[in-house]
Protein backbone atom coordinates (compact mmCIF):
# COMPACT_ATOMS: atom_id res chain seq x y z
CA UNK A 1 0.00 0.00 0.00
CA UNK A 2 1.58 3.81 -1.08
CA UNK A 3 0.88 6.66 0.87
CA UNK A 4 2.08 10.17 -0.39
CA UNK A 5 2.94 13.05 2.33
CA UNK A 6 2.36 16.44 0.74
CA UNK A 7 4.70 18.79 3.08
CA UNK A 8 8.69 17.85 4.40
CA UNK A 9 7.74 19.61 7.86
CA UNK A 10 7.92 17.96 10.90
CA UNK A 11 4.56 17.00 10.45
CA UNK A 12 5.02 15.68 7.58
CA UNK A 13 7.97 13.94 8.23
CA UNK A 14 6.38 12.69 11.57
CA UNK A 15 3.73 10.95 9.64
CA UNK A 16 6.06 9.42 7.31
CA UNK A 17 7.84 7.74 10.44
CA UNK A 18 4.90 6.60 11.79
CA UNK A 19 3.51 5.19 8.47
CA UNK A 20 6.69 3.56 6.86
CA UNK A 21 6.81 1.71 10.47
CA UNK A 22 3.34 0.75 10.22
CA UNK A 23 4.37 -1.13 6.71
CA UNK A 24 3.30 1.79 4.26
CA UNK A 25 5.70 2.75 1.00
CA UNK A 26 6.20 6.40 1.72
CA UNK A 27 6.26 8.69 -0.67
CA UNK A 28 7.04 12.50 0.52
CA UNK A 29 7.08 15.59 -1.63
CA UNK A 30 8.02 18.95 -0.60
CA UNK A 31 7.96 22.55 -2.74
CA UNK A 32 11.24 23.28 -1.40
CA UNK A 33 14.52 20.99 -0.31
CA UNK A 34 13.43 20.31 3.20
CA UNK A 35 16.41 22.71 4.07
CA UNK A 36 14.30 25.59 5.23
CA UNK A 37 10.72 25.08 6.49
CA UNK A 38 8.87 26.92 9.64
CA UNK A 39 10.44 23.13 11.41
CA UNK A 40 14.03 24.52 11.37
CA UNK A 41 13.86 28.23 12.81
CA UNK A 42 11.68 27.80 15.88
CA UNK A 43 12.82 27.83 19.67
CA UNK A 44 12.42 24.22 19.81
CA UNK A 45 10.14 23.97 22.98
CA UNK A 46 8.06 20.58 23.81
CA UNK A 47 5.67 22.17 25.98
CA UNK A 48 2.61 20.90 27.43
CA UNK A 49 2.56 24.15 29.28
CA UNK A 50 1.45 25.67 25.90
CA UNK A 51 -2.63 24.69 27.00
CA UNK A 52 -4.08 28.37 26.00
CA UNK A 53 -4.86 28.52 21.92
CA UNK A 54 -3.97 32.10 20.02
CA UNK A 55 -7.72 32.20 20.17
CA UNK A 56 -8.09 34.49 23.51
CA UNK A 57 -9.97 37.22 24.77
CA UNK A 58 -8.18 39.76 24.35
CA UNK A 59 -5.72 38.94 21.51
CA UNK A 60 -8.14 41.46 18.82
CA UNK A 61 -8.19 44.11 20.85
CA UNK A 62 -3.92 44.66 21.35
CA UNK A 63 -3.79 43.62 17.84
CA UNK A 64 -5.37 46.47 16.94
CA UNK A 65 -3.20 48.45 19.57
CA UNK A 66 0.19 47.13 17.94
CA UNK A 67 -0.78 47.71 14.47
CA UNK A 68 1.30 50.96 13.68
CA UNK A 69 4.08 49.92 15.32
CA UNK A 70 6.28 47.97 13.37
CA UNK A 71 7.97 46.16 16.42
CA UNK A 72 5.51 44.90 17.58
CA UNK A 73 5.01 41.42 18.17
CA UNK A 74 1.74 41.08 17.08
CA UNK A 75 0.22 42.20 13.93
CA UNK A 76 -2.50 41.73 11.38
CA UNK A 77 -1.46 43.01 8.07
CA UNK A 78 -4.26 45.20 6.47
CA UNK A 79 -5.44 44.61 3.04
CA UNK A 80 -8.87 43.63 0.80
CA UNK A 81 -8.46 40.01 1.10
CA UNK A 82 -11.67 38.10 1.68
CA UNK A 83 -10.12 34.06 3.05
CA UNK A 84 -8.22 36.96 5.67
CA UNK A 85 -11.66 38.36 6.26
CA UNK A 86 -13.28 35.27 6.58
CA UNK A 87 -10.13 34.10 8.64
CA UNK A 88 -10.30 37.21 11.03
CA UNK A 89 -13.86 36.93 11.71
CA UNK A 90 -13.50 33.07 12.64
CA UNK A 91 -11.10 34.01 14.88
CA UNK A 92 -12.90 36.83 16.44
CA UNK A 93 -15.92 34.63 17.34
CA UNK A 94 -13.51 31.86 18.58
CA UNK A 95 -11.59 34.15 21.14
CA UNK A 96 -13.79 33.74 24.03
CA UNK A 97 -13.18 32.05 27.51
CA UNK A 98 -14.89 29.02 26.66
CA UNK A 99 -13.00 28.64 24.22
CA UNK A 100 -9.83 28.64 26.01
CA UNK A 101 -11.68 26.66 28.65
CA UNK A 102 -12.46 23.37 26.09
CA UNK A 103 -9.39 23.75 24.20
CA UNK A 104 -6.98 23.29 27.07
CA UNK A 105 -7.54 19.38 27.65
CA UNK A 106 -6.84 18.25 23.82
CA UNK A 107 -4.16 20.97 23.47
CA UNK A 108 -2.86 19.02 26.78
CA UNK A 109 -3.32 15.41 25.72
CA UNK A 110 -1.62 15.92 22.66
CA UNK A 111 1.35 17.80 23.86
CA UNK A 112 1.77 14.77 26.15
CA UNK A 113 1.82 12.56 23.54
CA UNK A 114 4.25 14.19 21.39
CA UNK A 115 7.06 14.27 23.82
CA UNK A 116 6.34 10.74 24.67
CA UNK A 117 6.52 10.18 21.50
CA UNK A 118 9.73 12.13 20.91
CA UNK A 119 11.58 10.80 24.13
CA UNK A 120 10.53 7.09 22.12
CA UNK A 121 12.71 8.30 19.15
CA UNK A 122 15.82 9.03 21.29
CA UNK A 123 16.26 5.50 22.41
CA UNK A 124 16.45 4.59 18.20
CA UNK A 125 19.79 4.38 16.73
CA UNK A 126 20.71 7.82 14.82
CA UNK A 127 18.40 10.09 16.87
CA UNK A 128 20.63 12.85 19.51
CA UNK A 129 18.58 16.27 18.85
CA UNK A 130 19.89 17.56 21.82
CA UNK A 131 16.79 17.18 23.58
CA UNK A 132 16.62 18.07 27.29
CA UNK A 133 14.15 18.10 29.88
CA UNK A 134 14.76 21.19 32.00
CA UNK A 135 11.61 22.57 31.87
CA UNK A 136 10.20 26.35 30.99
CA UNK A 137 10.18 29.52 32.54
CA UNK A 138 7.47 32.17 31.73
CA UNK A 139 8.66 35.55 33.03
CA UNK A 140 6.82 38.57 34.19
CA UNK A 141 7.52 42.39 34.43
CA UNK A 142 4.30 43.52 36.03
CA UNK A 143 1.66 42.65 38.69
CA UNK A 144 -0.75 42.19 36.34
CA UNK A 145 1.09 39.49 35.21
CA UNK A 146 1.28 38.02 38.03
CA UNK A 147 -2.01 37.81 38.68
CA UNK A 148 -2.82 35.90 35.48
CA UNK A 149 0.18 33.63 36.16
CA UNK A 150 -1.58 33.08 39.58
CA UNK A 151 -4.79 31.51 37.67
CA UNK A 152 -2.32 30.03 35.01
CA UNK A 153 -0.55 28.26 37.65
CA UNK A 154 -4.06 26.52 39.11
CA UNK A 155 -5.21 25.50 35.88
CA UNK A 156 -2.18 24.20 35.19
CA UNK A 157 -1.99 21.93 38.02
CA UNK A 158 -6.01 21.13 37.62
CA UNK A 159 -5.25 19.57 34.70
CA UNK A 160 -2.18 17.52 35.94
CA UNK A 161 0.96 19.39 34.25
CA UNK A 162 3.28 17.98 37.52
CA UNK A 163 5.61 20.63 39.04
CA UNK A 164 4.29 23.88 37.96
CA UNK A 165 4.71 26.47 40.15
CA UNK A 166 4.67 30.26 40.85
CA UNK A 167 7.82 31.57 41.62
CA UNK A 168 9.05 34.84 43.48
CA UNK A 169 11.95 37.08 41.96
CA UNK A 170 14.81 35.08 44.72
CA UNK A 171 13.02 31.83 43.41
CA UNK A 172 13.50 32.81 39.70
CA UNK A 173 16.87 34.34 39.82
CA UNK A 174 18.02 31.23 41.97
CA UNK A 175 16.98 29.51 38.42
CA UNK A 176 19.24 31.55 36.43
CA UNK A 177 21.88 32.56 38.68
CA UNK A 178 24.34 33.41 35.31
CA UNK A 179 22.67 36.46 34.45
CA UNK A 180 20.86 39.41 35.54
CA UNK A 181 17.18 39.35 35.19
CA UNK A 182 14.54 41.95 34.71
CA UNK A 183 11.79 40.48 36.03
CA UNK A 184 9.25 40.04 38.99
CA UNK A 185 8.85 36.56 39.22
CA UNK A 186 7.87 33.72 36.72
CA UNK A 187 5.93 30.33 36.32
CA UNK A 188 7.93 26.97 36.32
CA UNK A 189 6.07 24.68 34.00
CA UNK A 190 8.52 21.04 34.90
CA UNK A 191 6.69 19.13 32.53
CA UNK A 192 8.61 21.16 29.29
CA UNK A 193 11.41 20.18 27.14
CA UNK A 194 13.63 21.67 24.19
CA UNK A 195 15.50 20.26 21.63
CA UNK A 196 17.30 22.02 18.61
CA UNK A 197 14.72 21.87 15.79
CA UNK A 198 17.68 21.60 12.85
CA UNK A 199 19.39 18.02 14.26
CA UNK A 200 15.51 17.16 14.96
CA UNK A 201 14.76 17.50 11.14
CA UNK A 202 18.65 16.49 10.19
CA UNK A 203 18.49 13.00 12.20
CA UNK A 204 14.67 12.56 11.08
CA UNK A 205 15.54 13.27 7.60
CA UNK A 206 18.40 10.63 7.68
CA UNK A 207 16.07 7.87 9.45
CA UNK A 208 13.34 7.84 6.65
CA UNK A 209 16.22 7.97 3.86
CA UNK A 210 17.80 4.80 5.57
CA UNK A 211 14.59 3.36 5.66
CA UNK A 212 13.59 4.21 2.09
CA UNK A 213 11.49 6.47 2.33
CA UNK A 214 11.63 8.14 -0.87
CA UNK A 215 11.85 12.21 -0.30
CA UNK A 216 11.11 14.18 -3.64
CA UNK A 217 12.65 17.98 -3.31
CA UNK A 218 11.50 20.92 -5.55
CA UNK A 219 7.95 18.79 -5.90
CA UNK A 220 5.00 21.33 -5.89
CA UNK A 221 1.68 20.36 -6.27
CA UNK A 222 -0.57 21.72 -9.06
CA UNK A 223 -3.92 19.84 -9.07
CA UNK A 224 -5.38 16.21 -7.98
CA UNK A 225 -6.95 14.12 -9.78
CA UNK A 226 -10.24 12.34 -8.36
CA UNK A 227 -12.34 9.36 -8.92
CA UNK A 228 -15.18 7.99 -6.91
CA UNK A 229 -14.48 10.08 -4.28
CA UNK A 230 -10.57 9.45 -3.73
CA UNK A 231 -7.92 11.26 -4.76
CA UNK A 232 -6.15 9.33 -7.65
CA UNK A 233 -3.41 10.94 -9.05
CA UNK A 234 -1.11 14.12 -7.59
CA UNK A 235 0.10 16.37 -9.99
CA UNK A 236 3.09 18.02 -10.00
CA UNK A 237 4.97 20.03 -12.88
CA UNK A 238 7.20 17.18 -13.67
CA UNK A 239 5.37 14.33 -12.35
CA UNK A 240 2.62 12.63 -11.59
CA UNK A 241 1.61 10.29 -8.63
CA UNK A 242 -0.51 7.36 -7.72
CA UNK A 243 -1.28 6.18 -4.23
CA UNK A 244 -3.41 4.70 -2.14
CA UNK A 245 -3.20 7.34 0.83
CA UNK A 246 -2.88 11.30 0.83
CA UNK A 247 -1.62 13.28 3.79
CA UNK A 248 -1.95 16.77 3.44
CA UNK A 249 0.86 18.07 5.61
CA UNK A 250 1.77 21.52 4.11
CA UNK A 251 1.83 24.15 6.96
CA UNK A 252 0.90 27.51 5.82
CA UNK A 253 0.34 26.63 2.16
CA UNK A 254 -2.94 24.21 3.98
CA UNK A 255 -5.47 26.59 2.52
CA UNK A 256 -4.15 26.54 -0.98
CA UNK A 257 -3.62 22.92 -1.25
CA UNK A 258 -7.04 21.94 0.48
CA UNK A 259 -8.61 24.72 -2.08
CA UNK A 260 -7.08 23.07 -5.32
CA UNK A 261 -9.67 19.95 -4.11
CA UNK A 262 -12.59 22.41 -2.99
CA UNK A 263 -11.92 21.79 0.63
CA UNK A 264 -12.35 24.97 2.45
CA UNK A 265 -10.10 24.85 5.55
CA UNK A 266 -9.39 28.78 7.59
CA UNK A 267 -6.38 28.84 7.75
CA UNK A 268 -3.67 32.12 7.00
CA UNK A 269 -0.15 32.17 7.29
CA UNK A 270 1.58 33.58 10.71
CA UNK A 271 5.01 34.86 9.93
CA UNK A 272 7.61 34.52 12.93
CA UNK A 273 11.21 35.83 13.21
CA UNK A 274 14.21 33.93 15.19
CA UNK A 275 18.18 34.95 15.85
CA UNK A 276 20.44 31.65 17.00
CA UNK A 277 23.86 32.78 17.97
CA UNK A 278 26.36 30.10 17.75
CA UNK A 279 29.34 29.77 20.58
CA UNK A 280 26.76 32.18 23.02
CA UNK A 281 28.68 34.88 25.21
CA UNK A 282 25.12 35.32 26.55
CA UNK A 283 24.17 31.89 28.79
CA UNK A 284 20.71 30.65 30.47
CA UNK A 285 20.15 27.47 31.66
CA UNK A 286 15.82 27.40 30.95
CA UNK A 287 14.27 28.39 28.14
CA UNK A 288 12.23 30.82 28.58
CA UNK A 289 8.87 32.69 27.27
CA UNK A 290 9.23 36.52 28.36
CA UNK A 291 5.27 37.53 29.09
CA UNK A 292 5.50 41.08 28.15
CA UNK A 293 7.80 41.24 25.80
CA UNK A 294 5.87 38.09 23.47
CA UNK A 295 9.60 36.52 22.80
CA UNK A 296 10.97 33.39 23.85
CA UNK A 297 14.60 32.30 24.60
CA UNK A 298 16.11 29.24 24.13
CA UNK A 299 19.49 27.44 24.84
CA UNK A 300 20.55 24.91 22.23
CA UNK A 301 22.50 22.22 21.47
CA UNK A 302 25.24 22.83 24.26
CA UNK A 303 27.10 26.20 22.92
CA UNK A 304 24.03 27.88 21.09
CA UNK A 305 21.00 30.51 21.98
CA UNK A 306 17.66 30.91 20.31
CA UNK A 307 15.46 34.12 20.42
CA UNK A 308 12.70 34.16 18.92
CA UNK A 309 8.86 35.65 18.15
CA UNK A 310 6.55 37.51 16.83
CA UNK A 311 2.87 36.64 14.64
CA UNK A 312 2.47 38.48 11.54
CA UNK A 313 -0.69 37.50 10.14
CA UNK A 314 0.44 38.32 6.71
CA UNK A 315 1.01 36.70 3.20
CA UNK A 316 3.97 34.60 1.88
CA UNK A 317 4.55 37.55 -0.92
CA UNK A 318 4.99 39.95 1.87
CA UNK A 319 8.68 41.12 2.06
CA UNK A 320 9.95 40.53 5.76
CA UNK A 321 9.82 43.15 8.01
CA UNK A 322 12.93 43.17 9.73
CA UNK A 323 11.92 45.49 12.27
CA UNK A 324 10.19 42.69 14.07
CA UNK A 325 13.75 41.14 14.87
CA UNK A 326 14.61 44.32 16.30
CA UNK A 327 11.49 44.31 18.92
CA UNK A 328 12.39 40.87 19.78
CA UNK A 329 15.69 41.76 20.31
CA UNK A 330 14.93 44.81 22.26
CA UNK A 331 12.39 42.68 24.16
CA UNK A 332 15.25 40.35 25.27
CA UNK A 333 17.44 42.85 27.01
CA UNK A 334 14.68 44.27 29.12
CA UNK A 335 14.23 41.01 30.65
CA UNK A 336 18.08 40.34 30.29
CA UNK A 337 19.88 43.54 30.41
CA UNK A 338 23.36 41.90 29.98
CA UNK A 339 22.40 40.67 26.50
CA UNK A 340 23.44 43.13 24.08
CA UNK A 341 22.72 41.64 20.84
CA UNK A 342 23.54 43.69 17.62
CA UNK A 343 20.66 43.41 14.89
CA UNK A 344 22.65 40.80 12.61
CA UNK A 345 22.81 40.80 8.82
CA UNK A 346 19.72 40.25 6.65
CA UNK A 347 20.74 37.06 6.00
CA UNK A 348 21.94 36.09 9.51
CA UNK A 349 18.22 36.15 10.40
CA UNK A 350 15.33 33.48 10.00
CA UNK A 351 11.98 33.67 9.19
CA UNK A 352 9.13 31.39 8.52
CA UNK A 353 5.34 30.98 8.11
CA UNK A 354 3.44 29.07 10.94
CA UNK A 355 -0.10 27.84 9.51
CA UNK A 356 -2.51 29.74 11.83
CA UNK A 357 -5.75 27.69 12.28
CA UNK A 358 -9.31 30.14 12.86
CA UNK A 359 -9.53 28.83 16.37
CA UNK A 360 -5.68 27.89 17.60
CA UNK A 361 -6.51 24.36 17.55
CA UNK A 362 -4.82 22.15 14.59
CA UNK A 363 -6.47 20.20 11.46
CA UNK A 364 -6.07 16.80 12.25
CA UNK A 365 -8.51 13.73 10.94
CA UNK A 366 -10.42 12.76 7.20
CA UNK A 367 -12.73 14.90 5.51
CA UNK A 368 -16.27 14.49 4.30
CA UNK A 369 -15.41 14.81 0.36
CA UNK A 370 -12.54 12.97 0.20
CA UNK A 371 -12.39 9.19 1.36
CA UNK A 372 -8.27 8.57 1.34
CA UNK A 373 -7.35 12.21 2.45
CA UNK A 374 -5.95 13.05 5.58
CA UNK A 375 -5.07 16.52 6.61
CA UNK A 376 -2.08 17.53 9.57
CA UNK A 377 -2.22 21.63 9.36
CA UNK A 378 -2.64 24.56 11.19
CA UNK A 379 -0.66 23.83 14.47
CA UNK A 380 0.23 27.64 14.55
CA UNK A 381 3.41 27.69 16.88
CA UNK A 382 3.03 24.56 18.44
CA UNK A 383 4.10 22.57 14.91
CA UNK A 384 7.20 21.04 16.33
CA UNK A 385 6.12 20.32 19.81
CA UNK A 386 3.25 18.25 18.48
CA UNK A 387 4.75 17.20 15.74
CA UNK A 388 5.70 13.47 16.39
CA UNK A 389 2.48 13.18 18.58
CA UNK A 390 0.44 13.91 14.81
CA UNK A 391 2.17 11.99 13.17
CA UNK A 392 1.58 9.05 15.38
CA UNK A 393 -2.71 9.86 14.88
CA UNK A 394 -1.91 10.21 11.48
CA UNK A 395 -0.97 6.50 10.84
CA UNK A 396 -3.64 5.76 13.37
CA UNK A 397 -6.23 7.62 11.37
CA UNK A 398 -5.16 5.97 7.60
CA UNK A 399 -4.48 2.15 9.56
CA UNK A 400 -8.14 2.07 11.17
CA UNK A 401 -7.00 2.24 14.64
CA UNK A 402 -8.25 3.73 17.75
CA UNK A 403 -6.76 7.05 17.82
CA UNK A 404 -4.82 7.80 20.92
CA UNK A 405 -6.48 10.70 22.01
CA UNK A 406 -9.82 12.29 21.14
CA UNK A 407 -9.38 14.02 17.98
CA UNK A 408 -12.73 15.40 17.96
CA UNK A 409 -11.72 18.98 19.28
CA UNK A 410 -9.19 18.88 15.77
CA UNK A 411 -12.03 18.04 13.22
CA UNK A 412 -10.98 19.61 9.73
CA UNK A 413 -14.63 20.87 8.50
CA UNK A 414 -14.97 22.29 12.20
CA UNK A 415 -15.94 25.42 10.92
Request: charged share 20%.
Amino acid sequence: MKATIIGGGIIGLSSAYYLNRSGWEVTVLDKGDFLDNCSYGNCGYICPSHFIPLATPGIVKQGLKWMWNSKSPFYVQPRLDWDLISWGLKFMRSATNKHVETSAVPLRDIAFLSKKEYEGWLSQPGFNFAYESKGLLEIFQTEAAAEHAHHTVEKANALGLEGTRLLNREELLAKEPHTRINGIGAIYFNCDAHCYPNKLMSDLIADLKNKGVKLLPHSEVNGFETANGKISKIICADKNIEQDEVVMATGSWGKQTADLLGIRIPLMPGRGYSVTLENSPYKVIHPAVLVEGRAAITPMDGNKIRFGGTMEITSHKTPPRMNRVQGILDAVQRFFPDFDVPMPAKENIWYGYRPCSADGLPYIGRVNKIKNLTVATGHSMLGLSLGAGTGLLVDEIINGRKPSMDLRPFAVERF
